[in-house]
């Protein structure tokens, strides 16, 4: 997506994207914890000029509700400030997947729910909206992991051309501590947390993290719930690579195992083989276009995303900028 194209999506679709329309199809009912905590400062300062899907994001996360929905076993997840935030409560502290965007509205959000502190950090990708609240809980007495490329991509100036932004260096405080590079095991007060590196999908930083003893899934940005995906071609992410991601996770875990996407609401198998059956079709479709010797321009005008739109375009990515995307990786 150019400048352009990105500055005409509307605010209700960025919200979608940091998680405030998958409320309405939560499982269970939630906790809308509106004023929780005051508004803080942005974990980085918006930029001067233009006003694109980072920007708004940021924007919404600050002046939005956080919502509260309980899963089983002490997890629970917290929506409406960036990607979706689970969060295991322990006996001695609480594990977050992901920090979310403005970090004492997550606090907050935690506090309602037990009175340990945030001890552990682990973000499932190096994006801003999972990792800008890393460096206020590193502050404040958390560690915080990730895979060994995500603390590259984010102690770096990085670009990411679809969103026209090039983030600066993150500060020291908010990069991962402990790296991933393969599949790893944490007992962070006793609990069991597996965590496994995917290869290349999303981006090349995506983990899944799984909280063993509640048998709850966190999928990060390889998965997004009813809504087409956003794919971070400027940092290793391609469509491909996310048909495998998809793939990986129904291998793991059970019948039972409940998913937590990045965007969306909290599914389950069937869910996510959807939306990885959409994706394969969707490919071959757009495949097809460009071996007729389509452009990019071309296929989309094609509107290769019309038997989709329906159920997948309620997000920030729309036909269009779906097709985009799948153009760029076949």
Do not use: C
Not at 189 to 215: F, I, K
Not at 261 to 281: Q, S
């Amino acid at each position: 997506m150019d400048g352009h194209e990105a500055h005409r999506l509307s605010r209700r679709r960025f919200l979608a994207s940091a998680g405030a329309l998958g409320a309405a199809a939560w499982l269970g009912p939630g906790e809308l914890l509106g004023g929780a905590a005051p508004p803080r400062p942005l974990p980085h300062p918006l930029p001067q000029g233009g006003d694109g899907p980072v920007q708004q994001i940021r924007r919404a996360a600050a002046g939005d509700p956080v919502q509260v929905q309980r899963l089983r076993g002490g997890v629970s997840v917290l929506s409406g400030n960036g990607g979706n935030v689970t969060a295991l409560a322990g006996r001695d502290g609480v594990l977050l997947v992901d920090s979310g965007i403005v970090a004492p509205k997550v606090a907050a959000a935690v506090a309602t729910l037990t009175r340990a502190p945030i001890r552990h950090v682990v973000n499932t990708h190096w994006h801003f909206d999972h990792t800008d609240g890393n460096e206020w809980h590193h502050a404040r007495g958390a560690a915080v992991t990730a895979h060994e490329n995500a603390r590259r991509r984010m102690a770096a100036r990085t670009r990411v051309d679809d969103w026209d932004f090039t983030f600066p260096p993150s500060p020291r405080g908010a990069l991962p501590a402990t790296l991933v590079a393969a599949e790893r095991t944490l007992r962070p007060g006793g609990a069991e947390v597996v965590v496994r590196p995917y290869p290349p999908s999303h981006t090349d930083t995506d983990l899944a993290v799984h909280l063993v003893d509640a048998d709850v899934l966190v999928l990060g940005d390889t998965w997004w719930n009813g809504i087409y995906p956003f794919i971070d071609y400027s940092t290793g992410g391609s469509i491909d690579g996310t048909i495998r991601a998809a793939e990986a996770t129904l291998a793991m875990g059970s019948p039972t195992t409940v998913l937590v996407p990045g965007h969306g609401p909290v599914g389950g198998r069937a869910d996510l083989a959807g939306y990885r059956d959409m994706l394969v079709e969707l490919r071959e479709r757009v495949a097809a276009l460009k071996a007729r010797g389509m452009t990019a321009a071309q296929a989309v005008a094609a509107r290769p995303t019309a038997p989709y739109d329906a159920q997948w375009s309620g997000g920030p990515v729309d036909g269009a900028f779906m097709t985009r995307l799948a153009y760029k990786g076949v």
